[in-house]
């Protein structure tokens, strides 16, 4: 089985956008999902549905693949999980080393989604001499002293670094100089990397703050609406008082219309 160090995946070479890409993965949750349950095809729109995208984009993307379905039949679902794997390079094995084994790098370690899809955790490296040789996740950490070496037997290719903030540029330049050419980025720190190296960063923080974001405006929507029911209401209750009695109408724009509708 080939490993990560001796092939690169093919979307760049053949001018897939990285939009796509950024999608494929979602078209391979949700085709996955209707592998397991035996469905045999899916629509567009079925799977742009389960994706979270418009059936219109999925057809643009599958068309870079090459891949088109049927009329009146769709596409075929093993088909489609074994052409997109092939695509983003899962159907061989890519050795992971991840950098870091605190209670986030612990976690990762446990993540029993990584071999499901390819990738499979070498090492678990961390630069506290009292974790070196605790088991995690049925392995034995090992110190960042030996990360060199580690990288080169493993023939690793891609680093995931879960760090603190202030060790996570060191880090990276060490698995860099070592070989790492893609890196998965956890520290909530930018990192700088050289052309041909590619970092994915995920900071959770900043998830979270996005949230607060939409939430304190769905709040703040709420609490202006709430003055504008009361100020209509205080109106009306203004406009019936000042109203003749006996029902008398007076005239609107449109004509001879009641000034207040009665409730």
Not at 93 to 108: C, Q, S
Request: cysteine-free.
């Amino acid at each position: 089985m080939a490993t990560g160090r001796t092939h690169r995946p093919a979307t760049r070479s053949r001018g897939i956008p990285e939009a796509t890409v950024a999608r494929l993965p979602l078209y391979l949750r949700a085709l996955t999902a209707l592998s397991e349950r035996s469905v045999p095809t899916v629509s567009s729109e079925e799977l742009a549905a389960a994706a979270g995208v418009n059936s219109a984009k999925l057809r643009k993307d599958f068309s870079y693949l090459g891949s088109y379905g049927t009329r009146g039949v769709g596409y075929d679902v093993e088909y489609l999980v074994y052409q997109i794997s092939r695509e983003l390079g899962l159907t061989q094995d890519w050795p992971v080393v991840i950098v870091g084994i605190g209670n986030l790098g612990a976690a990762l370690a446990n993540y029993g989604g990584f071999a499901s899809r390819g990738f499979r955790v070498a090492a678990l490296i961390d630069a506290d001499p009292a974790m070196a040789g605790k088991p995690v996740a049925g392995m034995p950490v090992q110190h960042t002293d030996d990360l060199e070496k580690i990288i080169r037997e493993n023939g690793v290719s891609i680093g995931v670094i879960a760090t603190p903030a202030g060790a996570a540029q060191q880090v990276s330049e060490r698995l860099i100089a070592a070989g790492v050419t893609s890196i998965l980025n956890f520290a909530p720190t930018v990192l700088s990397v050289p052309d041909g190296v590619d970092v994915r960063k995920v900071d959770l923080s900043i998830e979270l703050q996005i949230l607060a974001f939409h939430e304190q405006r769905k709040a703040g929507e709420d609490s202006a609406a709430a003055p504008a029911v009361g100020a209509v209401t205080a109106a009306a209750v203004a406009d019936a008082a000042a109203r003749p009695a006996s029902g008398a109408r007076k005239p609107g724009p449109e004509g001879d219309v009641p000034a207040v509708m009665p409730a």
